[in-house]
């Protein structure tokens, strides 16, 4: 379709939407303001489509919904409508967040809800059962690892996400195991294909196909991943191999995007030196070892420079103790042979072995 062909059927499907009455659940009683595409504001239009989304989530009465992105409400209006108590929406764009809260409003069911307007990566999002979104897709990454890792009690979340991205996502075939996220997401969660939606559902229509999928928590996580990583230490240090990048991409013009870094360049960081030293000495606390495991000494109240001159952070660090640190550092990438890689190239059995190499050095990511 053209530019000028969808901006036309943009106009009449907003003309139809507001036209119609305020108190169905199709009703979008509020004033028509610019869609944003680098917001990611393609409405989901099609009712038959909302109403399939909102019976495949099984809201249960008393349940409390987190939706990212509500938009000017046209999900909203039946997650307010369905037997859930309360709906809490994260919406970045104020004129959305004034948007659907006039539509609850005009709805009769504003009481059910809260909008916080904000940006979804950076709100604390309130206590939830159920998540169900037809989410911003430049977010899709880092919003799916906020969910899964991020510390959340819930039961599902079922969004609409770009098809590509759920492929990668459920770890269909094609994609390997070097996706990391797919594999790290079946630790603590089921995630299922649905169905398929297609970019004509939208206004305006996007350039690329959607699909809903559900992330299913698991009840009972693992405690290890394999005999001697415990789970949490393995997403930490997922989290560092590919968080950096996951930020870059989400910030960067898709064609001033870098070059991801590799292995060598974000561990020989100085802040990442020294948070691994605080971790890793915490965890020699917490595990009552001594000195010997890791061998990281007791603490040194000194008042020495570290490498290029910065003062060492609480001041309580040698500079022999962090640069002996750092050499373990370089000492557990240089055995693995992985210096000079980019996390996203590796398998997930090549950054095991690299976590394991780590830890026998006492560099802790937990
Ligand atoms: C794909 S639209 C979905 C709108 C609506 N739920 C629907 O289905 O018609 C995505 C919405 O997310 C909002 N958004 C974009 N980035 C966001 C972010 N970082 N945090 C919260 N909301 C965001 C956009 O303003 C937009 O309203």
């Known amino acids: 379709m053209s530019r ?10 907003v003309r139809r939407i507001s036209s119609s009455s305020a108190s169905s659940p199709e009703a979008w009683d509020v004033p028509f303001h610019r869609l944003q595409k680098q917001r990611g504001q393609h409405l989901l239009t099609n009712p038959r489509v909302l109403d399939d989304i909102v019976r495949r989530a099984a809201i ?6 987190l939706e990212v992105g509500p938009g000017t409400g046209n999900l909203t209006a039946r997650l307010l409508a369905s037997p859930a108590t309360r709906v809490a929406a994260v919406e970045i764009d104020p004129r959305m967040a004034s948007a659907v809260t006039a539509r609850a409003a005009a709805l009769g069911l504003a009481h059910k809800l809260t909008v916080t307007t904000g940006d979804a ?9 159920v998540c169900v979104s037809n989410i911003p897709y430049a977010i899709s990454s880092p919003l799916a690892a906020k969910l899964l890792f991020g510390g959340y009690r819930f039961r599902t979340a079922t969004l609409v996400v ?3 991205f759920a492929r990668r996502l ?16 079946r630790l603590v969660a089921d995630v299922t294909l649905l169905m398929d939606v297609s970019k004509a559902e939208f206004v305006p229509v996007p350039g690329v196909d959607s699909s ?16 001697g990583i415990g789970l949490d230490e393995w997403l930490e240090f997922t989290r560092v191999c590919f968080g950096q990048h996951q930020l870059q991409r989400r910030r960067q013009n898709k064609k001033r995007r870098k070059e991801e870094k590799t292995l ?3 561990f020989k960081r100085e ?7 605080r971790l890793s000495r915490r965890a020699e606390e917490r595990e009552g070892n001594g000195a010997g495991t890791s061998g990281l000494d007791a603490p040194h109240h000194g008042d020495d420079d570290v490498g290029d001159g910065k003062e060492v952070e609480d001041g309580c660090f040698s500079k022999e103790e962090v640069v002996a640190f750092k050499e373990r550092i370089a000492g557990a990438l240089q055995s693995a042979r992985l210096n000079n890689e980019r996390p996203s190239r590796l398998s997930n059995d090549d950054l095991l072995r690299l976590l394991q190499l780590f830890i026998k050095r006492g560099v802790r990511f937990h």
């Not at 249960?60 to 919904?65: I, K, N, S, T, W």
């Not at 802040?271 to 030293?277: D, I, K, S, W, Y």
């Open 212 to 227: 809903l999928v559900e992330i299913r928590m698991k009840e009972d996580r693992p405690a290890e991943v394999q005999p």
């Open 264 to 266: 060598g360049t974000i």
């Open 60 to 65: 249960r009465p008393g349940d409390a919904v």
């Open 162 to 164: 770009q098809r590509e």
């Open 121 to 129: 990566m950076e709100v604390e999002f309130p206590e939830f059962d």
């Open 4 to 13: 000028a062909a969808s901006a036309l059927r943009a106009r009449h499907a």
């Open 170 to 185: 459920v770890g269909a075939p094609g994609h390997g195991e070097r996706n990391h996220l797919a594999t790290n997401a």
């Open 271 to 277: 802040e990442m030196a020294m948070e691994l030293f």
